[in-house]
Each structure stands twice: as C-alpha cells, then as structure tokens.
C-alpha cells in the first residue's frame, strides 16, 4: 500500500489530454513539493517534473504538473504512442514514517 | 552529461548481505545527496536512503536497521549494503542523483538499474 495514490491505469487516444492524479495528505503533498517520473518499458525511471510544476530541460511542454492542497496532477496534452509509459509521483513525507515516498504508479495507454 | 552505473551482483543468497556500487561519471559526487530506490519485479517504486558526499546519511525507517550506505569521494562513487536479505529484496536497484532547486529534492539522473535476486 503506497502512501500516495495514483489511479492504477489511464487511457486516451493519440492527440488527446490525459490527466494523473496523486493523492497524499497534510504530512506530504500538503506540506511539500511534487516531482514525477515516467518510466518507460524496460528502462529507469526519466525526470518529468519537479518541484510541483517546472519542468527540466529537454522534457516537452506537452507535460505538466499542478498541485492543490493534498493533490498532485500530471498532465499530457497532444498524446502520442511514445507515452505509453508508467508514471509516478513523488513526494517527501514528514510523518513519523519519515521519508522519500511515491505513488503506485498509473499505466498510461495510448488507444 | 552525468551518468551513474550500478554493479551487478546478480544472485544473493537468503540471510547474506547485499551489496551494490553506482560509479559516477560527468560530475563529482561532492555538493550532492546520492540515493537508492528499488523496484520488485511488477511492482512499484520504493526509496531506500540518501548519502551526502560528506557522509551523512538518511534512510527508509522501514529498511533502516539492515541498510548501510557509504560514499568514496577519491573513486566518485557510492555504495549500498543491505544485510540479512530474503526473497522479499528480490528487486531492480537503481542508483540516482538527487538535485535541487531551492524547494525540495528530486531525482534527476538515474543509472540503468540492476536486478537483484534473491534465492538459494
């Protein structure tokens, strides 16, 4: 059970939004920044976004994040077969737990 | 460009020790946090620890009494030990750095990872 939590597959056609969601509480999300990844099939994990919305270089506008309260929110816009990946969010949590934390992981399929 | 690359230890037997070595190139492990983050087979993602390239360390409260990690500035890489393993540890081990921009930790560069299996 993650302390994050992400829907476990999303699906939208190539050229549409998809949105994914990262829910937490007041100990992470709430009191901390958000960063996501995407994993491809096969390969390590690649930055997407961090510090809730910036993104690094090389890594299109087509994705996004936005957070509000205990939520987190990736989107892509402009689908293409090549994000078909899995993504995670990220997060620092502050509980007694303390510690790196991430969500499940959403299977995004591009129909 | 920075690159990390993991050790392969392949196969490590039940109750022994783990141990992993992500060798860094491009950059010097100085003014960074340095992590571990694994990933069983099928499953998602979970953080291990930090090491600062002074020494200091940070881990996972759910691993922390069987995890050690160390850093060696002269050969610009780190290292994980993870003692008294069982198949539960079976994972892919992925070395990272962890960068910074003012508000929280993230991490931008991976190595390719290196699956770990444990089994007799």
């Known amino acids: 059970q993650s302390v994050l939590t992400q829907p476990p597959s999303v699906s939208a056609a190539p050229g549409q939004k998809v949105t994914i969601s990262c829910s937490g509480n007041?100990?992470?999300?709430?009191?901390?920044?958000v960063s996501w990844y995407q994993q491809l099939p096969g390969t390590a994990p690649k930055l997407l976004i961090y510090?809730?919305?910036k993104r690094p270089s090389g890594i299109p506008d087509r994705f996004s994040g936005s957070k509000s309260g205990t939520s987190a929110t990736l989107g892509i816009t402009g689908l293409q077969t090549g994000d078909e990946a899995d993504y995670y969010c990220?997060?620092?949590?502050?509980?007694?737990?303390?510690?790196?934390?991430f969500g499940g992981g959403t299977k995004l399929t591009v129909l | 460009q920075v690159q990390l690359q993991e050790s392969d230890p392949g196969l490590v037997r039940p109750s022994e020790t783990l141990s992993l070595t992500c060798s860094v190139s491009?950059?010097?492990?100085?003014?960074?946090?340095w992590s571990w983050i694994r990933q069983p087979p099928g499953k998602g993602l979970e953080w291990i620890g930090y090491?600062?390239?002074?020494?200091?360390?940070n881990y996972n409260p759910s691993l922390k009494s069987r995890v050690t990690m160390s850093v060696d500035k002269s050969k610009n890489h780190f290292s994980l030990n993870l003692s008294s393993v069982t198949a539960a540890d079976t994972a892919v081990y992925y070395c990272?750095?962890?960068?910074?921009?003012?508000?929280?930790?993230?991490?931008?560069?991976w190595g390719q990872g290196t699956l770990v299996t444990v089994s007799s």
């Open positions: 007041t100990s992470n999300i709430g009191s901390g920044y």
């Open positions: 990220g997060t620092w949590d502050r509980s007694l737990t303390a510690g790196r934390v």
């Open positions: 491009g950059d010097s492990i100085n003014n960074y946090y």
């Open positions: 990272a750095r962890a960068g910074w921009a003012g508000y929280d930790y993230y991490f931008d560069f």
């Open positions: 510090d809730n919305n």
């Open positions: 090491i600062h390239y002074s020494g200091s360390t």
